[in-house]
């Protein structure tokens, strides 16, 4: 198994939008922060906000993850770049990995490879947000060398 970074086709693309906006508001509920009669218009309104010329954003990369060995989409990544003049960072927006190839490899193998895209462009640091529910992705962001910088916390009040 080897996994390639390929730039997201139109297609992808859509795909990708009519997935991640419905998986982003449910984190957003079970995270607390929106309540579910809201969450696809707020997640809607985030992607449009951020995502204002769509896949051809400027310093957004959205990448199809692909197995070679099958030419078959495994997941998607969102990244975004930001350079200033002492710096450049990218930022981890959204790293999905379908449910039936988790646990295989692929998300190992993706931050490998965007960690190889980073060197090409001399970008010293990849960030991102995980939600403190999602253990899997926690699981896997520690292995692969990433390190808490700050965390949030909530104590409901009943």
Partial sequence: MTI????????DFDNYLS?????????????????KEKAIQLATKSFNELLPDGKN??????????DES?????????????????????F??????????R?????KQTIARLSEKAKDINVSRIDLHVFAHNK????LYEKTGFVATDIS???KIY
Avoid: C, Q
């Avoid at 997935?19 to 922060?33: M, P, R, V």
């Avoid at 099958?70 to 990218?90: A, C, E, I, M, Q």
């Fill in 4 to 11: 390639i970074l390929e730039e997201m086709t139109r297609i």
């Fill in 19 to 35: 997935f991640a906006i419905k998986d982003y508001a449910k984190d957003k509920i079970t995270a607390g922060t929106w309540n």
């Fill in 57 to 66: 954003t400027k310093n957004e990369y959205l990448y199809s993850i692909k």
């Fill in 70 to 90: 099958f030419d078959k989409n495994v997941g998607f990544l969102w990244v975004h770049l930001n350079k200033t003049p002492y710096d450049s960072r990218f």
């Fill in 92 to 101: 981890i927006y959204d790293f999905i990995i379908f449910e039936e190839h």
């Fill in 103 to 107: 646990n295989m490899g692929y998300g």
């Fill in 136 to 139: 899997g992705a926690i699981h």
């Fill in 153 to 155: 916390m909530s104590k």
